[in-house]
C-alpha cells in the first residue's frame, strides 16, 4: 500500500480532475501571434501516463523541427474538463489537437465503439499494431465516421491490454452476475458488460477512485499504468488479465487544422505523427510492464492471468455483442468489423515476428 503522502497527492490529483473546469480562454485555432504559432493539445490522462508521454514528445519533436516556429502547449487532463469536453472543444476549434478514447466517443461516433468490442482484435499486440497503424481500409472508414462529426483522425494508439480490478478475481462469467463494473460512457461497452451478467456503471474517469473507494463500484477495467497512476489498486486487490482487448485511444485534431498549414509544417506534423506510432508502442509497454512490477512490489495485490478455456467462455457471451455494434454503428460499422477482422487474419498469417502474449505485452 502506498505511504500517506502519496495518497493525499493522488487525492489532490483527483480533486483538480474533479473540478474539470473550463478555467483557460483560448482564442482562435492554430493561434499565434508575430513570434509564430501554438498548436494546443489536451490529453485525458494525467501526467506521467502513456498520452503525457506522446504529448510531450509530440511538443519536444515539433518545437524542435520547426526551429521554433511552432509552439506546442500541453494540457493534462483535470486543466480542461472531461474526455466529452475535450472533443467539444477540438470541434469547435478552440484546440487543435486532443486525444479522443473510442471508449468516450460512443455516442458522438458510434462507429468508434468497434474498440469497444471484446476478442476481436488479436491476441498477439504487435499484430494489432500493425494493423492499427497500418491498414489503410479499416483507417479510412473510421477516419470518414470522425470526419462527419467534425473530427480529423490522425492516429490511433495502443495504451496496453485492458485489465480488470476487483476485490475479487473475475474468472468466469458467473463472477460478473450483479458485479457493479464502472466503465467509460460508450453505451456499447455497458452491452459488451452487461453480456457477462455484470451491472454496467459508465462514469467519467475523474470520478472512478472515488466511486471504487465508496463501493459505488465493484470494479473498473483500465490498462495497467492507468490503475497504478490512478491508485485504483489502493481500493482494489486483485487484477484479472482476460486479455479481451487493448485499450485503444485516438488523437484527432480540429477540422481544417492539418490543410491549413504552411507545406513545412504539415511536413514535420506528418512525420512526426508516423515516427511516433513506433515509439508510443514501445513505451507503454514498458510503462506497463514497470507498473505492473511497482504493483506487484507494494503487496497485496493477487494477479490472475485467464487460461485458454477461461477466455473463451466470455468471448462466446460477447459474440452477440457484434451485432448490437452494427445496429449502432449500421452499415459503415459493418464494414469497418469486416475489414478489421480481415486485416488481423492477414497480419497473424503473415510472417512478421509478434510480440508473445506475456501479461504486460
Ligand atoms: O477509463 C478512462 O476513462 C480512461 N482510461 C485511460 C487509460 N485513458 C483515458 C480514459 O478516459
Excluded at 502506498?2 to 489532490?12: G, L
Excluded at 515516427?275 to 505492473?292: A, K, P, V, Y
Aim: proline share 4%.
Amino acid at each position: 500500500m502506498r505511504s500517506k503522502a502519496a495518497r493525499s497527492k493522488t487525492a489532490m490529483t483527483l480533486q483538480l480532475v474533479a473540478l474539470g473546469s473550463l478555467s483557460l480562454v483560448f482564442g482562435c485555432g492554430g493561434s499565434g501571434d508575430a513570434s509564430g504559432q501554438v498548436w494546443r493539445i489536451a490529453i485525458e490522462e494525467i501526467e506521467g501516463s502513456v498520452q503525457h508521454a506522446y504529448a510531450t514528445r509530440f511538443e519536444a519533436l515539433i518545437e524542435e523541427r520547426t526551429g521554433g516556429r511552432v509552439r506546442v502547449e500541453v494540457y493534462p487532463y483535470g486543466s480542461l474538463g472531461t474526455s466529452a469536453q475535450l472533443t467539444e472543444q477540438v470541434r469547435s476549434g478552440a484546440l487543435q489537437l486532443a486525444f479522443a478514447s473510442p471508449g468516450h466517443l460512443g455516442s458522438v461516433i458510434p462507429e468508434a465503439q468497434i474498440f469497444s468490442l471484446h476478442f476481436l482484435l488479436s491476441d498477439d499486440a504487435v499484430v494489432n499494431q500493425r494493423v492499427l497503424t497500418r491498414d489503410g481500409a479499416f483507417r479510412g472508414l473510421l477516419a470518414d465516421a470522425y470526419r462527419e462529426h467534425g473530427l480529423e483522425l490522425v492516429a490511433i494508439v495502443q495504451e496496453g491490454w485492458m485489465v480488470w480490478s476487483a476485490n475479487k478475481a473475475l474468472r468466469t462469467p458467473a463472477d460478473f452476475e450483479g458485479f457493479k463494473m464502472r466503465t467509460m460512457v460508450s453505451p456499447l461497452l455497458v452491452e459488451a458488460y452487461a453480456a457477462y451478467g455484470a451491472d454496467p456503471t459508465p462514469m467519467p474517469y475523474a470520478e472512478v477512485y472515488g466511486a471504487l473507494q465508496l463501493g459505488m463500484v465493484d470494479g473498473q477495467v483500465n490498462p495497467v499504468f492507468a490503475i497504478e497512476e490512478m491508485s485504483f489498486h489502493e481500493v482494489q486487490d486483485h487484477l484479472t488479465f482476460a486479455r479481451h482487448a487493448p485499450f485503444v485511444s485516438t488523437l484527432v485534431t480540429s477540422p481544417g487544422f492539418v490543410t491549413a498549414l504552411a507545406p513545412a509544417d504539415r511536413a514535420v506534423f506528418e512525420g512526426v505523427i508516423g515516427e511516433l506510432d513506433g515509439w508510443i508502442f514501445e513505451t507503454q509497454r514498458r510503462f506497463n510492464s514497470e507498473r505492473l512490477d511497482r504493483i506487484v512490489a507494494e503487496g497485496g495485490t493477487q494477479i490472475v492471468e485467464l487460461d485458454d478455456d477461461e477466455r473463451d467462455a466470455f468471448r462466446e457471451l460477447g459474440l452477440p455483442v457484434r451485432e448490437t455494434f452494427v445496429e449502432m454503428a449500421g452499415e459503415r460499422g459493418a464494414a469497418m468489423l469486416e475489414a478489421l477482422s480481415l486485416g488481423v487474419r492477414r497480419a497473424e498469417g503473415s510472417s512478421e515476428p509478434g510480440a508473445g502474449s506475456s501479461p504486460e505485452a
